[in-house]
């Protein structure tokens, strides 16, 4: 690295041999590619073939808005950027290319802010969500007709290593904004995470069924894309799980009737409208990332029905995970929530993800917390 203090700042930035020796290629890069690399300090550098573009700009999520960056292009046509050092956790990530948003040919697509998105992962030193050498379950596609939204709804189930030699619980799981259902599968290791904890004893095994976040009917889907509309497709989520996808998940797996529900950001909010709606249905409700929608100041709760948590005589266990470094409003909204559950003397478990945001480490996190409670 001498060597490559003495060139000019311009070569260090154009020339890939000038890229740190502490590189090592994120776990989203595809076989064969060496970029996006990530180094110890967790600065991260990109390499991609943009030969007739004049500006090329690094932008991404909610992971990637502080992030520094300075870029520059070789005489091969290659644009070389490098960054300050970034986050822990799982970041999408684009390049605005000329002024129009590209992937990185580099890595792997996960479906996020509403279309296939490139994705980096930046190591935190944790193996909870790796492969190991454990029995595996395994993901499977299932779909169902549902009258409420007039069409065929997808979703996928994880079935863990002993499923078929007894019957077992279901955890409904919900993905965010701008993800689909390959959420949980892909950005999330779920497998992977349940998996191990199985294997470890540390929780009991249970079918997860992770649904799609949005039930709209086909007229329903003209409506602006705003807070009412998805407070609507929530209340239909609502009709479907209890009165169509139970019972179809009841029917057709080998189940003993005990269920949990949960979901991140978007999904934390169904998982509140649906678990305290149902009180008697669930026995632990999950938010991960808690968000409130509709709410005002006089009355933060107007379109969730989490009173009846009070006056139910079944009382879920309520799980709430957070990001440390999540932004003020989703900050705001753990403390709406808090404050209430502590007010109205309603047990809860909080748990604060160090050094993450709005991201997939957190929720990772969340579900890995989360697991063991449940089921007891």
């Known amino acids: 690295m001498q060597y490559a203090k003495k060139i000019s700042s311009i070569l260090v930035l154009c020339s890939s041999i000038a890229f740190s020796q502490t590189y090592k290629p994120s776990s989203t890069v595809l076989p064969g590619k060496e ?17 007739d573009a004049k500006s090329v700009i690094l932008d ?27 986050e822990i956790g799982f970041h999408y990530y684009w390049f605005e290319v000329d002024g129009q948003r590209r992937n990185d040919p580099n ?111 086909p007229e329903q889907e003209k409506m602006p894309d705003d807070y009412p509309r998805t407070v609507l497709s929530s209340k239909n989520l609502d009709r479907i799980v209890t009165g169509e996808l139970i019972p179809y998940v009841e029917k057709k797996y080998k189940t ?49 029905p989490i009173n009846n948590l009070l006056t139910s005589k079944k009382k879920p266990y309520f799980f709430i995970g957070i990001g440390q470094k999540e932004d003020d409003r989703f900050l705001q909204f753990n403390q709406e929530l808090t404050h209430f559950l502590k007010t109205n003397k309603y047990p809860y478990f909080l748990y604060e993800s160090p050094e993450t945001r709005h991201e997939w480490l957190t929720w990772r996190r969340s579900l890995y917390q989360f697991a063991p409670k449940i089921f007891k």
């Not at 970029?35 to 030969?51: G, H, L, M, S």
């Open 60 to 86: 991404g999520g909610d992971g990637m808005k502080s992030v520094q960056s300075s870029a520059s292009k070789d005489k091969d046509g290659f644009w070389n950027i490098s960054t300050s050092p970034m």
């Open 256 to 304: 003993n009737h005990k269920k949990a529900i949960a979901g991140l950001s978007r999904g934390s909010y169904q998982a509140m409208l649906i678990g305290a709606g149902h009180p008697e249905l669930f026995s632990a409700i999950g938010v991960f990332s808690p968000v409130i929608y509709e709410g005002t100041a006089t009355e933060p709760f107007k379109e969730l």
């Open 107 to 217: 890595t792997q697509l996960y479906f996020g802010y509403g279309q296939p998105t490139s994705g980096v992962e930046v190591p935190s030193g944790e193996d909870f969500f790796f492969e190991k050498n454990v029995k595996h379950g395994k993901i499977v596609d299932d779909s169902l007709n549902s009258e409420i939204t007039q069409g065929q709804r997808n979703f996928k189930v994880y079935l863990p290593p002993s499923y078929g030699s007894k019957k077992l619980p279901v955890l409904y799981l919900y993905h965010g904004t701008g993800e689909d259902i390959t959420g949980w599968v892909k950005q999330g290791y779920i497998r992977n995470i349940l998996d191990n904890l199985f294997a470890e004893k540390k929780a009991e095994e249970m079918i997860v069924v992770m649904d799609n976040g949005v039930a709209l009917n």
């Open 35 to 51: 970029f996006p690399k990530i180094d110890t300090e967790r600065k991260a550098e990109f390499r991609v073939y943009f030969p």
